[in-house]
């Protein structure tokens, strides 16, 4: 029992992390602060639900899921990069946008996807369980991610994400960078989505609320895990992190405490893994301005 | 190899206010011109050079680079062409990348950035042979993040980012200013070798004045967005500092208790 539920717990790490990989590529590498998550989630979740539930191709469902996503990234790209919009303020638009549409796609709130074929059971005849293929899926996504960020696109994106003037300056146009890191998080997202659908069996409007702070709180979990520099090691650290915070969830919930509750746990553990070099800074400015009074001023 | 004519630039702040940073400006520089550009505070230096590489519109007036209308060019356009060092260090390269994916970044300048590797073995080789010119130790860190790097090292990583693709300008806005004394003479003395080795043309803003005169063949001295005085070799080379001082004021129409202070 015990054992089924952990399982099952890992494949929930598993699956969302691969919309950590595409949290990870917003807020790390591009150090933008993308809310179109919440909606491009959820986005995924939609399109690939109302295609298998309408008899069409799980895997083509999963492709469209993906494109969608895409253009879910490419339109928070627009609103920033080329409309002036605040980052934050874009991807808030998109995702309450996306919220209608996915009501749209759907037709109504929720799909049930219950002894349709999914992905899933496809590669279960073959003996593949969820586990497996979430695994595979996960380090395909992870290694291509990784490639990419040390090809010459994935330079100019990391270059865009960590001081814009450089970049410009060799020629780079960081506007076209945003738009493709913000379109290919959101792929990975959706894709995440999709997956997700069809691992729990149904896709439901409501299932994106708090994707993003989930996905941040993987990639800061990771970080402080796995404690190694390089690129490579980053992606690990997002994957690590998914499968430990759905891990502590699940602690959480067998200590007692209520589903509805984990938001607002996941909300308070981000805020404090992010306020940790503040608190401290406000702490040390606390200590100097104790013993003010003996400082000489020194040059 | 740079044309400038009639070049406005026109800032409007929050409150309406227009402040005229570039009042028609019409320059030309030629090919090899390694030009001084001096002037108080607010004079237009910083615009003029940014207008040059784009980083804003203009309200009047035309940029030429080597015949090419690059007027309407957005700024990464024109980077295939310009190499630009910053007064502030950090903002010429990207902290959390390593040296040799700086270096390649700045070697690629101007192509469209691809699907290959964006460093590879040979690259490696030439970045080794690059930066033992610069004669600090750098060509042994290839890997370690430019974060790492001082102000000084970093300034000059971004030197020779700036150089290494032979850009048809190379614009240097106060690049030593922000530097300890020792450093900022050892980078200006990179400055001059490299622009000597690689025949750059080149614009550098300075507020030493004994610098705009060392340096390059030819100096400009601006005024409220305007050039006031263009000088260049043989004549310049018989000015000294109290020279320029003195035109200074007399250009300006009027005796300023401490020019020198203005100016510096
Ligand atoms: N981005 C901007 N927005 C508004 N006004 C600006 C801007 N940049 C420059 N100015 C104004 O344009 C004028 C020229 O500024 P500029 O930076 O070119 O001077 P500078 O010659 O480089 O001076 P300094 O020696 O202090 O660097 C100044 O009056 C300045 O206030
Ligand atoms: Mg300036």
């Keep these: ?299 | 190899m740079l044309r400038i004519s009639q070049l406005c630039k026109i800032f409007t702040s929050g409150n309406g206010m227009e402040q005229t940073a570039l009042d028609c400006v019409d320059l030309h520089v030629g090919p090899g011109d390694f030009v001084t550009i001096i002037g108080s505070n607010g004079a237009g230096k910083s615009t003029l050079l940014n207008a040059v590489a784009g980083v804003y519109g203009v309200e009047q007036g035309r940029i030429w680079i080597e015949g090419q209308d690059v007027t309407l060019w957005p700024e990464h356009r024109r980077a295939a062409l310009i190499g630009r060092v910053f007064q502030d260090p950090m903002i010429g390269t990207a902290a959390s990348m390593t040296i040799e994916e700086n270096l390649a970044m700045a070697l690629k300048r101007g192509c469209r950035p691809g699907l290959r590797f964006g460093v590879n073995q040979q690259n490696r080789e030439h970045f080794q042979e690059l930066l033992s010119l610069l004669d600090l130790g750098l060509e042994n860190r290839l890997k370690e993040p430019v974060g790492l790097l001082s102000g000084g090292q970093r300034q000059a990583l971004t030197l020779l980012m700036a150089t290494v693709s032979s850009p048809k300008i190379l614009l240097l806005d106060e690049h030593t200013a922000a530097l300890d004394p020792k450093t900022a003479e050892q980078i200006g003395e990179l400055t001059r070798k490299i622009v000597a080795s690689r025949r750059l043309t080149a614009l550098m803003v300075t507020h030493n004045l004994q610098d705009a005169l060392e340096f390059g063949n030819r100096t400009l001295m601006m005024d409220r967005g305007n050039v006031i005085l263009d000088v260049r070799n043989p004549r310049r080379a018989k000015m000294t500092v109290d020279d320029l001082l003195e035109q200074f004021a007399s250009l300006r129409g009027k005796r300023l208790l401490d020019d020198r202070a203005l100016l510096a």
């Design chain 1, 1 to 299: 029992m015990l054992w089924s539920a952990l399982v099952g717990t890992i494949e929930q790490g598993l699956v969302y992390g691969i919309m950590a990989l595409g949290v990870y590529l917003t807020f790390r590498v591009l150090d933008f602060p993308d809310l179109t998550v919440d909606g491009s989630f959820p986005l995924g979740a939609a399109v690939a639900a109302k295609i298998i539930a309408d008899g069409g191709n799980p895997f083509w469902g999963v492709c469209l899921a993906i494109v969608a996503g895409c253009a879910a990234g490419l339109i928070t790209g627009v609103l920033n990069a080329k409309l002036k919009i605040s980052g934050l303020l874009s991807g808030i638009l998109t995702m309450t946008a996306l919220y209608s549409v996915n009501l749209r796609i759907m037709g109504r709130a929720n799909i049930p996807l219950l002894r349709k074929p999914t992905v899933i059971n496809w590669f279960g005849q073959y003996g593949l369980t969820p586990w497996m293929f979430f695994i595979v899926v996960l380090i395909l996504t992870k290694l291509l991610l990784d490639t990419f960020l040390k090809t010459e696109v994935g330079f100019a994106l990391r270059a865009t994400g960590d001081n814009e003037q450089m970049p410009r300056s060799c020629g780079v146009s960081t506007d076209s960078m945003k738009l493709l890191g913000l379109s290919l998080s959101n792929a990975l997202v959706a894709l995440s989505g999709a997956l997700v659908a069809q691992y729990q069996g149904f896709a439901d409007v409501g299932m994106g609320i708090g994707t993003v702070v989930a996905g941040l709180a993987s990639v800061i979990v990771g970080q402080a895990l796995v404690r190694v520099n390089g690129l490579g090691w980053a992606t690990l650290g997002a994957i690590v992190g998914s499968i430990v915070y759905r891990l502590a969830i699940f602690g959480a919930l067998r200590l007692g405490l209520e589903p509805t509750d984990l938001r607002l746990i996941t909300a308070v553990l981000v805020v404090i893994a992010l306020s940790g070099p503040s608190l401290q800074s406000i702490w040390e400015k606390y200590l100097r301005g104790k013993d003010h009074a003996a400082d000489i001023p020194t040059l």
